[in-house]
């Protein structure tokens, strides 16, 4: 009886095929994603894909029972690998388990990858590495191509993307077809994008080989915010140029630049900013950021730009004037009060406000808001915390409106995810020795007042070290960038490092220099605007310090935000009804667009180095730590 391996790699590559088809069938402009819809008849297709399998598995193990010895082992093989196929580990463990010692040289490799890949379905990526590192390539034999297929999946795991690139190539000098080919091409760039989710980093550099640093490029790239960004085609073309002829060239296109067709794009735009007034330092940055985005499109699909100068002209009067000049979307007003005008007296023109209405205002259909929200940035950390099993801390926010903000999205979060605040306070951001509530949070208060009774009761000074609370799992700090400078020295001066310690983005500040020293050890939500080897958003920033600036402050999150807002607006503009499956991969997040018309931004995780330099973080595994 001979029965037909199936591979492992067709069901590795299906999310991304699936993901590469959406994004080669539809238009985007800047080149911006659009996720597969998922379709009924999908997980009922992998579900009886998964019943094959275990059925597979049942008969051939079956067959090994009523099979003479010698044909035995090569039938329980082919069963172990069929229950893999299927998702079923344990299964697969005991099919070998019940294997005979008597194998074949080939049959004992064949054993052993299994015996890999059962660690690496066990989510144990290390020890799956430990077992397939020393496995001689059985060459030459019927055994290869899944020996290469396994390497590749398990390096890729373990963070070891060098060997991973390799395992690849050396399926594909065994692959049959341009179909297999093409396959495994899919699969490496799937699981190289995993890897840079989970935070490996994927440096061209760690290779001399030009086929694996193409592939590294490419894999750092590609995984950026999930999606492409306007600055897609130009990073393509780079790609392409740096390395001629690599194998992924055929991958290029649908990861990092489709066109819209010209009948969707803009034509006219108007941007609403206070070019004049207190705001107007604010505008200025973004309105160069939009300009530079702007400015990266396609000569022939740069839409004509009209600014309304919202110091001078009141906002719905701009408006008026803006759709009375034949404008066909708007961005902005800026400030949150200019929101709540627009939304009333909007004109019924696409807009992207660049800023939240205000609490219980909803917005008219086709009025978009887009803001760089510190309470967004709250309730991100509150998911990470969860997210890292961290369920009880402490918060130390500063005193007035914002600090109250940010603390009661954070708590509302945290708290609706099962987590719990022990104690918070407030601190002067006026002031500079924040002690006080930091003893008080900390705990640190209790055990300087114990040590005060005991010395009077003894009539003696006693050696003491302060002891904190021993149940803290985070300590959440939010702060503006002069007050974080201040506060994350003196929580580690108070014996707060036994915990990690958040904050939202305002904490670091891209121009702070050798003051962000202070800063050592902070986890924030980042922009990846502002922290190195952010894929794209590197890219872009490099360009945009090669370029004259005329001293804009374009390291700040404001010209990230312009350039984002520029993005946004083309892309929403292409998408027409279909807004909310887009997905645009941007300087300052992942960006995604909610029923509610709100734009949400998924941040990259960063902690601050002892260099004052964010350095990327990866996703948290569930009870893990940061």
């Keep these: ?56 598995a049942s008969a051939l193990e079956s067959a090994a029972r009523r099979a003479d010895p010698a044909a035995r082992p090569a039938l329980q093989l082919q069963a172990a690998r069929a229950w893999l196929l299927a998702g079923r580990g344990a299964e697969a463990a005991r099919a070998l388990a019940g294997i005979p010692a008597t194998l074949t040289p080939v049959q004992v490799i064949e054993r052993r990858v299994i015996e890999a890949d059962i660690e690496l379905a066990n989510g144990h990526a290390q020890q799956a590495w430990q077992k397939m590192s020393p496995i001689a390539e059985p060459a030459g034999t019927a055994a ?27 399926a594909e000098h065994l692959a049959a077809s341009d179909a297999e080919r093409s396959g495994l091409r899919v699969e ?49 073309a780079r790609w392409r ?70 110091g001078v002209l009141p906002v719905d009067q701009a408006l008026r004037q803006a759709q009375a000049d034949g404008n066909d979307f708007i961005v902005g007003p800026l400030t949150r009060q200019e929101v709540d005008v627009a939304a009333s007296a909007w004109p019924g023109v696409p807009m992207l406000a660049l800023n939240f209405l205000s609490a219980g205002r909803s917005a008219p259909y086709g009025m978009n808001q887009y803001a760089l929200s510190p309470e967004d940035d709250a309730r991100e950390v509150a998911r990470r915390v969860l997210a890292s099993g961290q369920k009880r801390g402490v918060a130390l926010s500063p005193s007035g409106d914002w600090g109250t903000r940010v603390l009661a999205a954070f708590t509302q979060e945290l708290q609706a995810g099962g987590g719990i605040l022990v104690a918070q306070d407030v601190y002067d951001p006026a002031e500079h020795d924040y002690a006080g509530p930091i003893r008080h949070v900390l705990g640190t208060d209790l055990s300087i007042g114990r040590r005060l009774r005991l010395q009077t009761l003894l009539g003696q000074k006693l050696e003491f070290e302060p002891r904190g609370r021993a149940d803290l799992d ?37 121009d702070g220099g050798a003051a962000n020293q202070d800063l050592d050890g902070l986890i924030i939500p980042a922009m990846p605007w502002v922290v190195p080897n952010s894929g794209a958003a590197s890219t ?43 997905q645009v991969a941007g300087l300052t997040g992942d960006l995604r667009i909610g029923a509610d018309g709100r734009v949400h931004r998924l941040p990259a995780w960063a902690r601050i180095g002892r260099n004052g330099v964010p350095q990327l973080l990866g996703n948290p595994a569930g009870g893990g730590s940061n």
């Excluded at 390497?151 to 060098?162: C, G, H, S, T």
């Excluded at 503006?480 to 201040?486: I, P, S």
């Excluded at 945009?544 to 807002?565: E, H, I």
Aim: with cysteine; hydrophobic share 45%.
């Design 188 to 236: 490496l760039l799937s699981l190289l994008r995993a890897a840079r989710e989970q935070g490996v980093k994927l440096e061209a550099e760690a290779s001399q080989d030009p086929t694996v640093r193409g592939w590294l490029d490419l894999g750092a790239v590609a995984s950026y915010g999930g999606g492409a960004s306007i600055y897609g085609a130009v990073e393509a």
């Design 1 to 56: 009886m001979q029965t037909r391996q199936v591979s492992f790699r067709c069901w590795a590559g299906l999310a991304l095929v699936a993901a590469l088809g959406a994004l080669s069938a539809c238009a985007s402009f800047p080149p911006a994603t659009f996720p597969a819809r998922t379709t009924a008849g999908a997980p009922a297709s992998a579900s009886a894909e998964v019943a094959t399998q275990s059925r597979s």
């Design 540 to 582: 872009v920033r490099d360009s945009v310090a090669a370029a004259p600036n005329d001293n804009v402050d374009w390291q700040s999150g404001l010209y990230a935000f312009g350039y984002d807002a520029c993005q946004l607006a083309v892309a929403i503009a292409g998408a027409g009804r279909d807004v909310e499956r887009l």
């Design 241 to 310: 140029s740096t390395y001629p002829g690599h194998p992924a060239t055929e991958l290029v296109a649908q990861v990092l630049a489709a066109p819209l067709p010209v009948a969707t794009r803009l034509h006219k735009l108007a941007l609403l900013l206070p070019v004049t007034g207190q705001a107007a330092g604010y505008a200025a940055t973004i309105h160069a950021g939009f300009d530079f985005a702007w400015q990266q499109l396609p000569p022939d699909a740069r839409p004509a730009v009209q600014v309304y100068d919202t």
């Design 474 to 510: 985070f300590i959440f700090a939010p702060a503006q960038a002069g007050q974080a400078r201040l506060l994350r020295p003196q929580l580690r001066f108070q014996y707060a490092d036994d915990a990690p310690v958040y904050a939202t983005s305002d904490a670091y500040a891209a």
């Design 144 to 170: 290869a191509p899944q020996y290469f297929e396994s390497r590749m999946r398990i390096a890729l795991a373990a963070a070891r993307p060098v060997d991973g690139v390799r395992a690849e190539m050396g």
